[in-house]
């Protein structure tokens, strides 16, 4: 069973961070609503969008012969995910705000080549994501000081490829018709 692309990009990425920046209280795989109390620090993950760019679709794997239907169900690349998400790095203060994005960007970017994460989507058809880091910006309003929650939003684009799957019918045996072709025509010379 499969699940669709952006939740399990969501669920990957979180467990991943929960897993990997040290000292991390919880990840919420949305925004966190009115009545949910946050345990600091924390980070949540909200999608905001996946522009989707088709191809020409590939075969990924061939589905197994039902010689009953005389069909198979095939998995097709059919084209790429864009996908836009925006995490909130929350803290208590400006200090812990700081240093949790410090925490966040070291765990995101462990790797220098390439830049950014990639990770594999054991439940979307064992796709790999690339996520890449777009920008960030510091949440220094009046509204988060007088509820002393500061945070800091990253943003997301994570990249991966379109997977569907099609039932195709598949002809496994001769038909067993024999064409019979017209006799060859003499051209007429001149």
């Known amino acids: 069973m499969t699940?669709?692309?952006?939740?399990?990009?969501?669920?990957?990425?979180?467990?991943?961070?929960?897993?990997?920046?040290?000292?991390?209280?919880?990840?919420?795989?949305?925004?966190?609503?009115?009545?949910?109390?946050?345990?600091?620090?924390?980070?949540?993950?909200?999608?905001?969008?996946?522009?989707?760019?088709p191809c020409d679709p590939y075969v990924l794997e061939l589905g197994v012969l039902d010689e009953e239907a005389n069909s198979s169900i095939n998995t097709y690349v059919i084209g790429q995910y864009d996908l836009k998400l925006q995490i909130d790095i929350w803290a208590r203060n400006k200090e812990e705000r700081y240093e949790y994005y410090d925490k966040f960007f070291?765990?995101?970017?462990?790797?220098?080549?390439p830049v950014g994460l990639r990770l594999q989507l054991t439940e979307?058809?064992?796709?790999?994501?690339?996520?890449?880091?777009?920008?960030?910006?510091?949440?220094d309003t009046q509204k988060g000081s007088e509820t002393e929650s500061w945070r800091v939003t990253v943003d997301i684009e994570a990249t991966c490829d379109a997977v569907r799957e099609a039932e195709e019918f598949i002809i496994t045996q001769e038909i067993g018709l024999?064409?019979?072709?017209?006799?060859?025509?003499?051209?007429i010379l001149p």
Do not use: C, H, M
């Open 3 to 53: 699940q669709s692309f952006s939740k399990q990009a969501v669920k990957v990425l979180a467990d991943y961070l929960l897993a990997n920046v040290s000292g991390i209280a919880q990840v919420l795989s949305e925004w966190p609503s009115a009545n949910i109390e946050l345990n600091y620090p924390a980070i949540s993950i909200t999608t905001k969008g996946a522009p989707f760019t």
């Open 124 to 139: 979307y058809y064992d796709r790999w994501i690339a996520y890449t880091e777009t920008g960030y910006r510091f949440d």
């Open 178 to 187: 024999t064409l019979e072709l017209p006799s060859p025509v003499n051209p």
């Open 106 to 113: 070291s765990a995101f970017n462990a790797s220098l080549r």
